[in-house]
């Protein structure tokens, strides 16, 4: 049997962004991520999170909400910027303190909000990230 290399797996995502997107969430919804003594920003080739705001380029790409949810319009935004935020603690570029998951998830609450998801539905997918959540933000439970 012939072993194959240079192969990997490669999650299928659910969203692209077509273009660039950035997010002043320090100013929109008076939240700041506390980066750490020596760090001013976290950067990926794919975007750039610093204590009041997130940058996403064209071709980022995430997979939503995990769970047993529906995927609608008024989460995609929302899941875009938690995403990004609970990445970046998984890579420790963001310290994956409480208060920092606590942030990307009240972020996450208010962007649903904004974007018109009724009262009960984001309350339930808030609680959803606060009670399971830790282990994505300290990246386990990967695939």
Sequence with gaps: MQ???????QKAWRYTLGKPYSLNFGVKYGKTLHMGEAQAAASTSFYTLSS????AGSGYAWDGASGPVFQTKNSVEATLVHDIMYQAM????????????KIADKIFLLILKKNGMGFLRR???YAAV?????NQSRGENRE
């Design 130 to 134: 606060r009670l399971f959540g830790a």
């Design 90 to 101: 998984a890579a420790d570029l963001v310290p994956a303190t409480r208060p920092n998951r």
């Design 123 to 125: 309350r339930l997918w």
């Design 3 to 9: 072993k194959v290399q240079d192969v990997t797996y």
């Design 52 to 55: 009041d705001e997130l940058k």
